[in-house]
């Protein structure tokens, strides 16, 4: 692919436009997962003093939440 001569073809922007689509619409349903029922879950799981469920954050990346947030 890097080194075509020539611009892509209509199918491989279908594909890609496809494809784009797909990944909006499934990192939609994980935000509305983590927005919605991991709150719903650690709330049930701090009532029974039950350590929470997080997701673990890349080196150096940064935080969407505050620390307060995270197990």
């Given at each position: 692919?890097?080194?075509?001569?020539?611009?892509?073809?209509?199918?491989?922007?279908?594909?890609?436009?496809?494809m784009?689509?797909?990944?909006?619409?499934?990192?939609?349903?994980?935000?509305?997962?983590?927005?919605?029922?991991?709150?719903a879950?650690?709330?049930m799981?701090?009532k029974?003093?039950?350590?929470?469920?997080?997701?673990?954050?890349?080196?150096?990346?940064?935080a969407?939440?505050?620390?307060?947030?995270?197990?």
């Amino acid at each position: 692919m890097d080194s075509a001569d020539t611009a892509p073809t209509k199918q491989s922007y279908e594909y890609y436009e496809e494809m784009r689509t797909w990944a909006q619409r499934e990192m939609a349903k994980w935000k509305d997962i983590k927005e919605k029922d991991v709150v719903a879950f650690n709330d049930m799981m701090r009532k029974e003093n039950i350590p929470l469920v997080g997701a673990f954050r890349a080196a150096g990346a940064k935080a969407a939440a505050s620390d307060e947030d995270e197990p």
